[in-house]
T-cell receptor
Framework: EPEVTQTPSHQVTQMGQEVILRCVPISNHLYFYWYRQILGQKVEFLVSFYNNEISEKSEIFDDQFSVERPDGSNFTLKIRSTKLEDSAMYFC?????????????FGDGTRLSIL | QKEVEQDPGPLSVPEGAIVSLNCTYSNSAFQYFMWYRQYSRKGPELLMYTYSSGNKEDGRFTAQVDKSSKYISLFIRDSQPSDSATYLCAMISRNSGNTPLVFGKGTRLSVIA
């Protein structure tokens, strides 16, 4: 069964450094998302992306964050100057078509640890 | 008031028991309701997806939605040790865009053999 793939599974970075999290969505999916889950808390929406543009973003997704689809398969989340509070699991998700009735499929996440 | 409330548990049941997991919500704009299962160190895996009020069954799983009470449930029949995981409810409002999911905190379930 097709799946969303995320790399790396665990990233350890010094505070202030830039980090790029990578995702390969399911191949025929057109809508992409990033969510994060701080330990012990809810999964929270960061950003959605379609047709090389951000569709929607949350308050969490401030100027230190950016997303990109550099080629036909990868979807990346960049955090420019990491902070301790950025430590979390970051999940990529994709859906096939537009609309609330299209289920979102998640990858297994990247655990980001900021030291 | 939080948008989606879910008792985090943990919930521990013997193998074969019927499990009931619940979420309440406050935003009447939510129209689509999902249950995800999350194993340790894994991403959320979609289990059930419902729109209208009523029941939807898939094997041992039944999802129930009561929009008038803003209450959703997931029932697991004949629970197995492999059902041990965190169960997340998620919901989404009616929107033509790629609208984000709003999650509950998740309920950790342990099924004891």
């Amino acid at each position: 069964e097709p799946e969303v793939t995320q790399t790396p599974s665990h990233q350890v970075t010094q505070m202030g450094q830039e980090v790029i999290l990578r995702c390969v969505p399911i191949s025929n999916h057109l809508y992409f998302y990033w969510y994060r889950q701080i330990l012990g808390q809810k999964v929270e929406f960061l950003v959605s992306f379609y047709n090389n543009e951000i569709s929607e973003k949350s308050e969490i997704f401030d100027d230190q964050f950016s997303v990109e689809r550099p080629d036909g398969s990868n979807f990346t989340l960049k955090i420019r100057s990491t902070k301790l509070e950025d430590s979390a699991m970051y999940f990529c998700a994709s859906s096939e078509r537009k609309g609330s009735n299209q289920p979102q499929h998640f990858g297994d996440g990247t655990r980001l640890s900021i030291l | 008031q939080k948008e989606v409330e879910q008792d985090p548990g943990p919930l521990s049941v013997p193998e074969g028991a019927i499990v009931s997991l619940n979420c309440t919500y406050s935003n009447s704009a939510f129209q689509y309701f999902m249950w995800y299962r999350q194993y340790s160190r894994k991403g959320p895996e979609l289990l059930m997806y419902t729109y209208s009020s009523g029941n939807k069954e898939d094997g041992r799983f039944t999802a129930q939605v009561d929009k008038s009470s803003k209450y959703i449930s997931l029932f697991i029949r004949d629970s197995q040790p492999s059902d041990s995981a965190t169960y997340l409810c998620a919901m989404i409002s009616r929107n033509s865009g790629n609208t984000p999911l709003v999650f509950g905190k998740g309920t950790r379930l342990s099924v004891i053999a």
